[in-house]
């Protein structure tokens, strides 16, 4: 069929395909128009809360850590400004070739480039990682400028940990070192902390014991970042909450002066409050510097630590193992008294003491002549003590050396405290397989032998002593998060007053009487006298040709074959209220060596408790009951 000469059917085809096509136009349309609709009209909350996620970015921010303060005040850890540069994986290409151009700028040695692949194979590749820091700020101007030709490389002001006496504390304070591998990987999801870049955590010392007080609680900052993840600006910030402040219980002035005094010497001394506990001084020298274990050390500064003959990494004392020498005769002495030997017993010293067929030998050659307890103590005489260790039995001597806190440990703020040793009959069976054998009592009571002590327990030893008889325990943290920390009372101990007095009347002796032992090293100055006890502990054994000869001499000796110098003292005699121990390795007598020092650091302490408020009262001034 035609119409007007066309072809119908024609024609009906194409209006039939115009048809088809409109309504697929039509469909797509609303089916546009419907998908247009859900996503602008229902999701429009979800779809404008992801566009925000994207051009908005929400960091974590490490709070202040908490600062580390003395008794009154002084800042003894605190934080400062570090410049440095993160990088962030995700957003370089080539993270070598990244790392040779930040290299221009700063120094990255190839044991900080492998540090910081290992560092960025552990992170997930959008978590910035610490690439550079402690710049100098020339070096923080030039990582600015070069901003955009180091594709993923952000500058970065932190905060890092600064120690202003570092020497003087770091075995106390201690230090603040990276996230190691296992601690990262022992972190939970409550801690992100550990995760970010740069973040320190305490290693040892009062930093370790106090992390998580000094840690403080994470901020957060938003940013405004372009599509290439740049930060445009800062939209707003959360510092979060600095760390709690601790508060120790030492004086800055006395530690100071204490390891000015022992600076040449491989030394460790501490001076308690024999009614609080307070420890006002805790020093081992020589030590290290804890700024540089924060910043990280070289291979080089690491083996001239742990090769250093006077193991400057070890906390002395704290861990520092000596054999008391004559300043366990006071332990010596209360136990003769509690078995019944009187103070006026006495024996006659030649310089030798027979047991069989066995000669003991006292430190003075031609001996000391007839001695009771008071000379025995005040003269240091072995032949003395040899014999009223023989009457009573090392049981005896065992059980007071425990009582007077020897052989324990005081879990003091500080990790890695030692026990030491206490002989007894049973330790010796189950340390050795054999019995214990009379001679070892003889050796044992002048302080030689099995027996091994801290300096800390020495410093509580003469604490109990000059106390009355009060079983303190040192104590080191005065505050935290400004709460002041409980002083728990220190209970009586089960001792006789009286014999506690005869012990200090010789230790007076030994320092105030003409011929004591540290006559040379009293203090002068009235109402400060100090009393004290004298020891020199054998790091190897004597031969009997070597002391027949009478050449042997601490001075002329290798310094590692000299004897160790020890002092026990407290101050002030009439009054009693400081104790203190003090050890020089291999110082060679403690008359010669330990005693002067002793005197010095504790005429120090009497000074300072004059001009300045004690924070602590005795707690213990009222027997119980």
């Known amino acids: ?199 320190r955590i305490g290693k040892s010392g009062i930093e370790k014991t106090y992390d998580m007080q000094l840690r403080g609680t994470a901020g957060a900052s938003h940013v405004e970042v372009n599509a290439y993840g740049r930060v445009i600006r800062e939209l707003s910030k959360d510092p979060g909450k600095p760390g709690d402040e601790v508060v120790l219980t030492l004086d800055m002035g006395i530690q100071q002066f204490a390891c000015d005094r022992l600076k040449e010497e491989s030394a460790s001394a501490v001076v308690m409050d024999i009614h609080s506990g307070e420890v006002l001084s805790f020093v081992s020298t020589p030590a290290f510097d804890p700024n540089e274990f924060n910043m990280g050390l070289s291979q080089d500064q690491w083996n001239m630590l742990v090769q250093n003959p006077y193991k400057p990494l070890t906390n002395k004392a704290l861990a520092g193992l000596y054999p008391p020498g004559s300043t366990f005769k006071t332990m010596t002495a209360i136990a003769a008294l509690e078995s019944g030997v009187d103070p006026s017993h006495t024996v006659h010293c030649n310089g030798k003491y027979a047991l069989g067929n066995h000669l003991f030998h006292c430190w003075r050659k031609e001996g000391h002549g007839s001695m009771d307890m008071h ?166 054994r004597i031969s009997m040709a070597e002391r027949d000869s009478g050449v042997r001499k601490n001075d002329t000796l290798e310094w590692r074959l000299r004897d160790h110098a020890l002092f026990i003292c407290f101050a002030p005699v009439a009054e009693p209220r400081f104790a203190m121990s003090l050890v020089i390795e291999h110082g060679g007598s403690g008359a010669g060596a330990a005693a002067p020092a002793a005197r010095d650091i504790m005429l120090e302490v009497e000074k300072r408790s004059l001009a300045r408020p004690q924070a602590y009262m005795p707690r213990h001034d009222v027997e119980e009951g």
Request: glycine fraction near 10%.
């Open 1 to 199: 069929m035609q119409v007007d000469g066309r072809d119908n059917s024609r024609y009906k085809t194409f209006t039939r395909r115009m048809m088809v096509l409109g309504g697929g136009q039509a469909v797509a349309f609303v089916v546009l128009a419907g998908r247009m609709y859900y996503l602008q009209i229902l999701k429009t909350d979800e779809y404008q809360m992801l566009a925000e996620e994207n051009r908005i970015n929400v960091r974590l921010l490490a709070p202040l850590r908490g600062r580390i303060v003395d008794r009154y005040g002084t800042v003894l850890a605190s934080n400062r400004q570090n410049y440095r540069a993160v990088l962030v994986a995700e957003q370089t290409p080539d993270i070598a070739d990244t790392l040779g151009k930040l290299s221009r700028i700063v120094p990255i040695t190839p044991f900080d480039r492998k540090k910081i692949m290992r560092d960025l194979a552990r992170s997930p590749r959008f978590m910035p990682v610490t690439v550079a820091e402690d710049l100098t700020w020339d070096q923080f101007a030039q990582l600015n400028i070069n901003e955009p030709d180091l594709a993923g490389v952000q500058p970065d002001v932190g905060e890092t940990r600064q120690y202003p006496y570092a020497m003087e504390l770091a075995h106390v304070v201690g230090y603040v070192g990276p996230v190691a591998d296992k601690e990262m990987d022992a972190a939970d999801d409550e801690q992100p902390l550990l995760k970010l870049p740069g973040f």
């Open 375 to 540: 000379n025995g103590l005040k003269n240091s005489c072995d032949v003395y003590f040899y014999d009223v260790a023989k009457r009573i039995g090392i049981d005896a001597i065992e059980k007071v050396a425990k009582r007077f806190g020897l052989g324990e440990t005081y879990n003091l703020e500080i990790p890695g405290e030692k026990a030491g040793i206490v002989p007894s009959r049973e330790w010796k069976r189950a340390v050795t397989g054999i019995g214990w054998q009379q001679g070892e009592t003889l050796i044992t009571g002048i302080g030689q032998g099995f027996l091994l002590t801290t300096p800390l327990q020495l410093a509580v030893m003469a604490s109990r002593l000059a106390n009355g008889g009060y079983a303190v325990k040192p104590r080191l943290t005065r505050a935290v998060g400004g709460e002041l920390l409980p002083v728990p009372q220190a209970p009586k101990m089960d001792v006789d007053p009286e014999h506690l007095k005869i012990v200090q009347g010789g230790m007076n002796g030994v320092s105030n009487e003409p011929g004591g032992t540290a006559y040379k090293s009293r203090i002068t100055e009235v109402g400060m006298e100090l009393a004290g006890k004298t020891g020199s502990a054998q790091v190897r």
